[in-house]
């Protein structure tokens, strides 16, 4: 399909494991978000990135969270050393545009989400 | 750090009772103010964007205004298939070392609706 798409979109995780959760974006998209969606917290931003490079990693924790970019259109995040309060709705979200200057970024094509229980 | 906060947190309305939800929110720079609606076990869909204040926009029964501290999402005689979760978003100023300025996407926590025939 034409649209952003996310594997797996449910994982289980034992406490302590690390866990990498995949996202691929729509082609020609420049940049990627990773959210974090729960209940109590809305969805704060993760980590994002234009082009192959990684811009930011802000996010609590953010020395656990880290994204990854293989390709232009491929995004992964990696979360170590999982937690219970990991436990939320990932969502990867892809702009046309960039995040400098007086681009516009624009609106955001987001994935279905990825649901993360760590046990 | 921009905010956003969104209420009510969950809103109920009849079939063809107009309504309004608010959106305050604090930025040090807007770049822009979106809204998006969330169907159960998707992810976000872009409905408006709003950039100064003044700004009405509208997409069938819904209507977004902008001022300098909130936007309102009007729904005017609403159906049961605009039940979902209304979020919405700041886009952000941030400078770094060199002068570039980056936005970042900071969401509320969304309001509920729900529509019943």
């Known amino acids: 399909g034409a649209g952003v798409s996310q594997s797996p979109r449910y994982k289980v995780a034992k406490r302590g494991r690390d866990v990498a959760l995949r996202c691929d974006s729509i082609?020609?998209?420049?940049?990627l978000y990773w959210y974090r969606q729960t209940l109590g917290q809305g969805s704060e931003v993760l980590t994002y990135?234009?082009?192959?490079?990684?811009?930011?990693k802000s996010g609590r924790p953010s020395g656990r969270f880290s994204a990854e970019r293989p390709e232009r259109s491929v995004s992964t995040l990696k979360i170590q050393r999982t937690e219970q309060g990991d436990s939320a709705v990932y969502l990867c979200?892809?702009?046309?545009?960039?995040?400098?200057?007086?681009?516009?970024?624009?609106?955001?094509?987001f994935g279905e989400g990825s649901r993360l229980t760590v046990l | 750090e921009d905010q956003v906060t969104q209420s009510p947190e969950a809103l109920r309305l009849q079939e063809g009772e107009s309504s309004s939800l608010n959106c305050s929110y604090t930025?040090?720079?807007?770049?822009?103010l979106f809204w998006y609606r969330q169907d159960p076990g998707k992810g976000p869909e872009f409905l408006f964007t709003l950039y100064s204040a003044g700004e009405e926009k509208e997409k069938e029964r819904l209507k977004a205004t902008l001022t300098k501290k909130e936007s309102f999402l009007h729904i005017t005689a609403p159906k049961p298939e605009d039940s979902a979760t209304y979020l919405c978003?700041?886009?952000?100023?941030?400078?770094?070392?060199?002068?570039?300025?980056?936005?970042?996407?900071?969401f509320g926590q969304g309001t509920i609706l729900t529509v019943h025939p």
């Open positions: 978003a700041v886009q952000g100023l941030f400078f770094i070392a060199g002068g570039t300025s980056y936005g970042k996407l900071t």
């Open positions: 930025v040090s720079g807007l770049r822009g």
């Open positions: 979200a892809s702009s046309r545009h960039g995040t400098s200057g007086v681009e516009d970024t624009g609106e955001l094509f």
């Open positions: 082609s020609g998209h420049v940049t």
């Open positions: 990135s234009q082009s192959d490079a990684q811009r930011d």
